[in-house]
């Protein structure tokens, strides 16, 4: 069964860098079906997608993000990772990751998620 | 993009329908067949429910239904139980491999 974890350090000084990686347990990122990505919920609030990412390497980024965020994939480590730059307090949230079926080349939802790890911007 | 139109909550009691609605634009709702619904508990990670605006992942009750005309799309839960009480996203396809979510429902079975 396909499991999906998120790993990265809980704590991030404003103005720094939010690295978090996301593990897949089960299953093969090596797989032209699934783009992997992801979704941000700041306490409280609604569920925001932040980007997504082919095992090519071909990622897909929100626009009110772009220009902070990179994602990646390697999928020999089975692994995918968040960056997101210059964090403010209003980047606080529980970012998880998840996988996106794809139909006729275009990903269409979230079929699975990891648990999410919350992240805390603070000095 | 701007998150989709969802109302902050609705009740209903157990046996009863209630439909959540999820309004959008021509560029997302409107312009593809990609709406999903997702299932959330307090401290859970999210569940898909309905996707393709009316399909059911294998596992989820048929009580569970989705539907779109125009730029909104909604969902149903019907013969409404206990467990139902959650929060509910919905999610369209926006183009250009995006996503918009909607702000959450609250559902509370009375």
């Known amino acids: 069964q396909l499991q999906l974890q998120e790993s990265g350090p809980g704590l991030v000084k404003p103005s720094e860098t939010l690295s978090l990686t996301c593990t897949v347990f089960g299953g093969t990122i090596f797989n032209f079906n699934y783009h992997w990505g992801w979704v941000r919920q700041p306490p409280g609030r609604g569920l925001e997608w932040i980007g997504s990412?082919?095992?090519?390497?071909?990622?897909y980024y929100s626009p009110s993000l772009k220009g902070r965020v990179t994602i990646s994939v390697d999928p020999s480590k089975h692994q995918f990772s968040l960056n997101l730059g210059s964090v403010t307090a209003a980047d606080t949230a529980i970012y998880s990751c998840a996988r996106l079926p794809v139909t006729m080349r275009v990903p269409h939802y979230f079929d699975s998620w990891g648990q999410g790890a919350l992240v805390t911007v603070s000095s | 993009q701007s998150a989709l139109t969802q109302p902050r909550s609705v009740s209903g009691s157990p046996g009863q329908s209630v439909t959540i609605s999820c309004t959008g634009t021509s560029s997302d709702v409107g312009g593809y067949n990609f709406v999903s619904w997702y299932q959330q508990y307090p401290g859970k990670a999210p569940r898909v429910i309905i996707f393709d605006v009316n399909k059911r992942p294998s596992g989820v009750p048929d009580r569970f239904s989705g539907s779109k005309s125009g730029d909104t799309a909604s969902l149903t839960i019907s013969g409404l139980q206990a467990e139902d009480e959650a929060e509910y996203y919905c999610c369209s396809y926006a183009g250009t491999f995006a996503f918009v979510f909607g702000e959450a429902t609250k559902l509370t079975v009375l």
């Open positions: 990412i082919h095992y090519s390497g071909s990622a």
